[in-house]
C-alpha cells in the first residue's frame, strides 16, 4: 500500500523544520546562549535588588576574571590536555606584580613580570607534557601545589598590600567612556582569540591537534609545538587575569586564585568546549563564565546557604552541559 505524498511531504517538512532547530542550537553559542537568558529571567523574578545597574555590572566584573582564565583553558580542552595550574598561577602573578611594586618598582617592570611568570610556567607545562611524555593532569596537578607555594614563600603567609599606585587601580577600577577597564581589556582579548579560532592557521591546527594528534602529525602538523604553545598561553592570560584581580582588590591574598582552574574548566566545558578535543568555543566558554557569574549573585541576593550552594553551582553545570551534549546529539 503506497503512502498518501501529501502526509510523507508533511513528515519530511516536520522532520526538517526540527533539525534546522537543532542545527541552530548547536551553532557557536547559541544554545548556551539560551540557557544564560532563562538563568537571567528566573534571578530577575525570584532574586531582589537583581536588576539594579549596580548588580548587573558587578555580575559582569567578577565573571571577567574566570572568563580570562577561562579564555586560556579552552585552548588546552580543545587539543585534549588540561591544566590544573591556571589558579595558582593567576595567584602567583599577581603576587609577583603585587611584591615588584611594594619593593620599589613600576608597574612597567612589575606587569610584564608577573605575566612572564604565567608565561613561563605554562611553557614549562608543556615542554614536560611533550618531552618527558607525562600525563597532563599529573604535570599540571603537580604545578599546582609548585606555584601556590611560591606563592606563600613570597607572601610569607601573609597579605602584601600598600602596594597600589592609581594608575595600577586603574586598570581594573577605571573607566574609559563610562565602561570599566576589565570590561575594555577582556573584550580586546576576546576578539583577538575568536579571530585566532575562527579565521587563522593556527587555530584550526588546535582544533586538529585535539582531534586526532596522530593524524595531524602524520600530515605534517608539529603537534609537541602546538601543545608547549597552548600551555603557555594559558598561563600568560591566567597571569593576566591574575594581575587585574590583584589591581581590583589591591592586594595579593596567599590563596589568591583558589578554585579558579575549576570554574574555568566549567565555564568552558558549559560554553561547548570538549573535554576530549577537537571542538572549542570562545564565544561558549565566555557565556559560561557570565553563567557562573549569574548563578554565584543569584545564590549571594537569595541567601542561599553555603552548602546548599555548591550543590546548586554543582546541577546547574551538569544541566547545562547535559541539555548542550543533547543538542549535539540530535544536531
Do not use: C
Not at 585552548?75 to 611584591?99: E, H, P, Q, R, Y
Not at 582552574?261 to 564565544?283: H, P
Amino acid at each position: 500500500m503506497m503512502m498518501n505524498p501529501k502526509i510523507l511531504t508533511h513528515s519530511y517538512k516536520a522532520a526538517h523544520s526540527k533539525n534546522r532547530f537543532f542545527i541552530l542550537m548547536t551553532r557557536d553559542g547559541v544554545g548556551v546562549s539560551v540557557i544564560l537568558i532563562l538563568l537571567f529571567l528566573f534571578l530577575a523574578v525570584t532574586a531582589p535588588n537583581f536588576l539594579t545597574v549596580g548588580n548587573l555590572l558587578n555580575v559582569l566584573v567578577q565573571s571577567l576574571f574566570v572568563m580570562l582564565v577561562a579564555f586560556g583553558t579552552v585552548f588546552v580542552l580543545s587539543t585534549g590536555g588540561i591544566d590544573l595550574s591556571v589558579g595558582s598561577v593567576l595567584g602567583l602573578a599577581g603576587g609577583v606584580t603585587g611584591w615588584l611594586m611594594m619593593s620599589g618598582s613600576t608597574m612597567w617592570i612589575a606587569i610584564p613580570a608577573g605575566l612572564f611568570v604565567g608565561l613561563l610556567i605554562g611553557t614549562i607545562n608543556g615542554l614536560i607534557i611533550t618531552k618527558l611524555g607525562v600525563s597532563a593532569f599529573l604535570v599540571t596537578f603537580a604545578m599546582l601545589y609548585i606555584a601556590r607555594g611560591l606563592l606563600f614563600l613570597l607572601t610569607k603567609d601573609e597579605p602584601i598590600r600598600n602596594f597600589v599606585t592609581p594608575e595600577f587601580a586603574f586598570l581594573a577600577q577605571g573607566k574609559v567612556l563610562g565602561i570599566p577597564m576589565p570590561v575594555l581589556i577582556t573584550l580586546v582579548i576576546f576578539l583577538v582569540l575568536y579571530f585566532i579560532f575562527k579565521s587563522t592557521s593556527y587555530g584550526r591546527l588546535v582544533i586538529a591537534t585535539g582531534s586526532n594528534t596522530e593524524a595531524a602529525r602524520l600530515s605534517g602538523v608539529s603537534t609537541d609545538r602546538i601543545k608547549i604553545s597552548v600551555y603557555a598561553i594559558s598561563g600568560l592570560l591566567a597571569a593576566a587575569a591574575g594581575i587585574l584581580l590583584t589591581s581590583r582588590l589591591t592586594s595579593v591574598q596567599p590563596l589568591m586564585g583558589s578554585e579558579y582552574e575549576l570554574n574555568a574548566i566549567a565555564a568552558a566545558v558549559i560554553g561547548g568546549t570538549s573535554l576530549f578535543g577537537g571542538k572549542a568555543s570562545v564565544v561558549g566558554v565566555a557565556i559560561g563564565a557570565l553563567i557562573l557569574g549569574l548563578v554565584s549573585n543569584g545564590l549571594d541576593l537569595l541567601s542561599v546557604n553555603q552548602f546548599y550552594r555548591l550543590i546548586i553551582t554543582g546541577l546547574i553545570i551538569i544541566i547545562a552541559v547535559a541539555i548542550e551534549r543533547y543538542l549535539a546529539a540530535k544536531n
